[in-house]
Structures are given as C-alpha cells and as structure tokens.
C-alpha cells in the first residue's frame, strides 16, 4: 500500500515508519518541523496543502498531536485551544480533508493515549481531546461504511518516552511493539475500533 504517516518523525512514528517498510509497504512520510514534507495539524489550509502533495494514498497514518497538561486551574484558554486545534481538530481534519484524497477502501489510523479513558490528575484537556478523537472515529466509521475504515491506536506509555525523562522504561510498550498495532489496523479489515496498545499485540 501506499502510506501517509504523519508524524513520521517521532518517537512512535519512527517506529511505524520501519514497520510499514518491513511490511513493504510505500511510505509518504510527513513531519512537522522535520522532515522532506511537513504539515502543521493545527492549520486544517496546511493539511489539505499536504493531500495536494501526496495525491492519492491508499491510506492514512496519524502519530502526532499535541495537547496541553496541567492540573485545571492552571490551564487556560489557551491551553484548552492548542489541544483542540492540534490534537483533535488535527486529526479530525486529516480524515475531513482525506475524504475522495485517499482511495476509496482505504483507512484512517489515528492516535489518542491511554488518558483518554483513564484520567490522571493534570490531563483533563489531554483525556478530553483523546476522548473526543476516539468518539469521532466510531462515528466517522458509521458514516464512512463501505468507503473508508476510522480507527484509533491508544498508547500505554511508550518505553522510550519514559527512558527520556529518566524514567524506568517499564511499565511501558517499546516502540516497535506499538507499531504492530497500527501496521494491523491499516493492514486489516476492522473499523470504529479503539486498540488499546499498552503491551504487545497478540496476534490470533
Ligand atoms: N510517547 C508516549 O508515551 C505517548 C503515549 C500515549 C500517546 N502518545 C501520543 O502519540 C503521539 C506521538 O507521540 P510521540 O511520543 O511519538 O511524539 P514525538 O516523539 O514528540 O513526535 C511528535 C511527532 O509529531 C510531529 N508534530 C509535532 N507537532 C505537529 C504539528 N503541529 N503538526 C503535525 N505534526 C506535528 C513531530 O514532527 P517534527 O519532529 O517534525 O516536529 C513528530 O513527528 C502524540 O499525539 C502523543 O500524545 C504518546
């Protein structure tokens, strides 16, 4: 297939990257600040200029977004907005704009994290957009039927984002372990599915 992953240049789009390629799989591989083509989520001009570019894929990757932590009466508009625009608006807006761009019978992989069903102290505007992201995929998957599949990876802590801040990489899921959720997801038949990946596919 030929792939848009966006966010190709992080933690876990690195990992998704290689993945796709081992399964031989074409990559169009998008950053934000790096990268040959670079996109900015929270500009839905930005995205379409992205589908311009690529043309027709067979479907789509998203592993980025950003949203704001912090405990609630710290957060501001501001905060609430960024995590809008980018990680939920961004996301929505790449199926939104994907729509007659990626080949009819393609999908759509996006990302939330594992706040969004499990919230801890200071990520109510980080669940909040996840939660928002993982609705709109289950209905976007209704609307979408016999056109498109909308799924949703959730990530557990990835290992070497804990190892990053000094953390102990465990309890988390290695990079290249959480990749395999999203090469099943593009790769297969399921839709208005949420994978919850926080440890390693067992593959059936
Ligand atoms: N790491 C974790 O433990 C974890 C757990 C649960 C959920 N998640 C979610 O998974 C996603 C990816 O996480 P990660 O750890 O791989 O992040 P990361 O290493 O920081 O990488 C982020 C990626 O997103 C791109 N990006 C940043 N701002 C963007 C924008 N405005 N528009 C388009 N692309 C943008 C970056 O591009 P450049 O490099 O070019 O700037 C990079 O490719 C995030 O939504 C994160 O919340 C992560």
């Given at each position: 297939?030929?792939?848009l992953?966006?966010?190709?240049?992080?933690?876990?789009?690195n990992?998704?990257?290689?993945?796709?390629?081992?399964?031989?799989?074409?990559?169009?591989?998008?950053?934000?600040?790096?990268?040959?083509?670079?996109?900015?989520?929270?500009?839905?001009?930005?995205?379409?200029?992205?589908?311009?570019?690529?043309?027709?894929?067979?479907?789509?990757?998203?592993?980025?977004?950003?949203?704001?932590?912090?405990?609630?009466?710290?957060?501001?508009?501001?905060?609430?907005?960024?995590?809008?625009?980018?990680?939920?608006?961004?996301q929505?807006?790449?199926?939104?704009?994907?729509?007659?761009?990626?080949?009819?019978?393609?999908?759509?992989?996006?990302?939330?994290?594992?706040?969004?069903?499990?919230?801890?102290?200071?990520?109510?505007?980080?669940?909040?957009?996840?939660?928002?992201?993982?609705?709109?995929?289950?209905?976007?998957?209704?609307?979408?039927?016999?056109?498109?599949?909308?799924?949703?990876?959730s990530?557990?802590?990835?290992?070497?984002?804990?190892?990053?801040?000094?953390?102990?990489?465990?309890?988390?899921?290695?990079?290249?372990?959480?990749?395999?959720?999203?090469?099943?997801?593009?790769?297969?038949?399921?839709?208005?599915?949420?994978?919850?990946?926080?440890?390693?596919?067992?593959?059936?």
């Amino acid at each position: 297939m030929h792939i848009l992953l966006v966010g190709a240049t992080g933690i876990i789009g690195n990992a998704v990257h290689e993945a796709l390629l081992e399964h031989g799989h074409r990559v169009i591989a998008a950053g934000h600040t790096h990268g040959k083509l670079t996109v900015d989520l929270s500009n839905p001009r930005s995205i379409e200029e992205l589908y311009t570019l690529t043309g027709s894929v067979d479907a789509v990757i998203c592993a980025a977004g950003r949203a704001r932590f912090g405990p609630l009466d710290e957060l501001g508009d501001d905060d609430f907005n960024l995590s809008i625009r980018n990680k939920m608006m961004g996301q929505v807006n790449l199926v939104r704009s994907g729509l007659g761009i990626v080949a009819e019978g393609g999908s759509f992989t996006l990302t939330t994290g594992g706040l969004s069903q499990n919230p801890e102290a200071g990520t109510s505007a980080v669940s909040m957009v996840g939660a928002g992201i993982e609705a709109f995929a289950r209905g976007a998957a209704i609307d979408l039927k016999q056109r498109y599949r909308v799924n949703v990876v959730s990530p557990g802590w990835v290992a070497e984002t804990r190892q990053q801040m000094g953390l102990d990489p465990m309890p988390g899921i290695w990079a290249k372990d959480l990749a395999k959720y999203y090469v099943y997801l593009a790769e297969g038949t399921v839709t208005g599915e949420v994978a919850n990946a926080d440890e390693p596919l067992v593959s059936s």
